[in-house]
């Protein structure tokens, strides 16, 4: 036989190209090889010549044989002409080979036949999969962390707020008893001193149980949460803020719901205080079919998005606990047009 490819394949068109292509070339006609280039059949070990006149099933993985030759009949049919699909390969030592196929009915010799390309895709797919099952338990940790942490939150705020709150309760009434016995204005000083020192530290203490755990989220509603810690953010920055809740001002979401919005809620209101310079902060809540919608603006600095969000964890963070409620986040910011965020999430 001759070297000469347009000696063995004169129909074909363009051969020398064709020949010398890196890409897998081929034509099916009547489901059987009429032409495959050197680097096609090399994908499977074979050479050209022992591809030309036999049927596509050979070299097939059996499992895959059906696949394969519907999705050659509809091509053939027009139905559509055109497709992408990953071929499973036998290859000549018999392990599968992935090849991503994109193969068009043609004319050749004056009857349809099926034209395509194929490359070697084994590896690409193969390290695809694994990436896909990678972040699939990165999102399993990711939800398990999150439920952990939650609980454990709610845990130390109870103990907080009932165990050290309750104890320094006891010392505040002891040492009010103390006061009213104790003689002398050094010693009635020291002690009004000791029980105001008492009574800051059970705000503290409640302030901090709040801060873990709001307890608005576990008997009251999300509104009533977030109403609260606007005002406490507004005494403690300075920042002034307005809230909108209109229909959603008694709504009652699901305590995973619920918690996860307040946390992006905090993170937030968090970033505000910490990074824009902003002189007030809007907040909206509000009812969009079946979906409840969180909208917070600021008028501060703002920041270049796509230069920041690859690396702001905080930013990572709020839209996986978006993803683990089935909602979806949305941030729009640039340089000095200050910052929005809004947060849609499915009721049910």
Same mark, same amino acid.
Do not use: W
């Given at each position: 036989?001759?070297?000469?490819?347009?000696?063995?394949?004169?129909?074909?068109?363009?051969?020398?190209?064709?020949?010398?292509?890196?890409? $897998?070339?081929?034509?099916?006609?009547?489901?059987?090889?009429?032409?495959?280039?050197?680097?096609?059949?090399?994908?499977?070990?074979?050479?050209?010549?022992?591809?030309?006149?036999?049927?596509?099933?050979?070299?097939?993985?059996?499992?895959?044989?059906?696949?394969?030759?519907?999705?050659?009949?509809?091509?053939?049919?027009?139905?559509?002409?055109?497709?992408?699909?990953?071929?499973?390969?036998?290859?000549?030592?018999?392990?599968?080979?992935?090849?991503?196929?994109?193969? /068009?009915?043609?004319?050749?010799?004056?009857?349809?036949?099926?034209?395509?390309?194929?490359?070697?895709?084994?590896?690409?797919?193969?390290?695809?999969?694994?990436?896909?099952?990678?972040?699939?338990?990165?999102?399993?940790?990711?939800?398990?962390?999150?439920?952990?942490?939650?609980?454990?939150?709610?845990?130390?705020?109870?103990?907080?707020?009932?165990? !050290?709150?309750?104890?320094?309760?006891?010392?505040?009434?002891?040492?009010?008893?103390?006061?009213?016995?104790?003689?002398?204005?050094?010693?009635?000083?020291?002690?009004?001193? !000791?029980? /105001?020192? /008492?009574?800051?530290?059970?705000?503290?203490?409640?302030?901090?149980?709040?801060?873990?755990?709001?307890?608005?989220?576990?008997?009251?509603?999300?509104?009533?949460?977030?109403?609260?810690?606007?005002?406490?953010?507004?005494?403690?920055?300075?920042?002034?803020?307005?809230?909108?809740?209109?229909?959603?001002?008694?709504?009652?979401?699901?305590?995973?719901?619920?918690?996860?919005?307040?946390?992006?809620?905090?993170?937030?209101?968090?970033?505000?205080?910490?990074?824009?310079?902003?002189?007030?902060?809007?907040?909206?809540?509000?009812?969009?079919?079946?979906?409840?919608?969180?909208?917070?603006?600021?008028?501060?600095?703002?920041?270049?998005?796509?230069?920041?969000?690859?690396?702001? !964890?905080?930013?990572?963070?709020?839209?996986?606990?978006?993803?683990?409620? $089935?909602?979806?986040?949305?941030?729009?910011?640039?340089?000095?047009?200050?910052?929005?965020?809004?947060? /849609?999430?499915?009721?049910?």
């Amino acid at each position: 036989m001759s070297d000469d490819p347009a000696a063995r394949y004169p129909d074909i068109p363009y051969q020398a190209i064709i020949e010398q292509s890196l890409a $897998g070339i081929y034509v099916l006609q009547d489901e059987c090889f009429c032409y495959a280039n050197i680097t096609f059949a090399g994908i499977a070990g074979y050479r050209p010549e022992e591809l030309i006149g036999r049927h596509v099933s050979e070299f097939v993985q059996p499992d895959f044989v059906d696949t394969v030759l519907q999705s050659y009949r509809r091509r053939l049919a027009g139905n559509p002409a055109s497709e992408r699909f990953v071929s499973h390969a036998r290859h000549k030592d018999g392990r599968t080979v992935l090849i991503e196929i994109h193969g /068009t009915r043609t004319i050749y010799k004056g009857r349809y036949a099926m034209a395509g390309i194929g490359i070697e895709a084994t590896d690409r797919i193969h390290n695809e999969e694994e990436l896909r099952r990678s972040r699939e338990q990165l999102q399993q940790l990711t939800a398990y962390t999150t439920a952990k942490l939650e609980d454990q939150r709610r845990l130390f705020a109870r103990d907080v707020h009932d165990e !050290l709150g309750g104890m320094l309760t006891a010392l505040k009434m002891d040492v009010t008893r103390v006061m009213r016995r104790v003689e002398g204005d050094e010693l009635q000083e020291m002690t009004r001193g !000791l029980l /105001t020192l /008492t009574q800051q530290t059970i705000a503290a203490v409640k302030r901090i149980s709040e801060e873990l755990r709001p307890s608005a989220l576990d008997h009251l509603e999300l509104p009533v949460a977030i109403t609260r810690d606007l005002e406490a953010f507004t005494r403690r920055s300075g920042i002034a803020h307005a809230l909108e809740a209109g229909g959603a001002s008694t709504l009652r979401l699901s305590p995973k719901k619920a918690a996860a919005i307040y946390r992006i809620f905090h993170e937030a209101l968090t970033n505000v205080a910490r990074h824009s310079n902003a002189r007030a902060v809007h907040v909206a809540l509000s009812l969009a079919a079946d979906h409840f919608v969180f909208d917070l603006r600021d008028d501060g600095c703002g920041f270049d998005l796509c230069a920041t969000h690859n690396r702001s !964890l905080g930013l990572l963070h709020m839209r996986e606990r978006a993803r683990e409620i $089935g909602g979806a986040l949305r941030i729009e910011a640039s340089p000095g047009a200050g910052t929005r965020l809004v947060l /849609t999430a499915p009721l049910l």
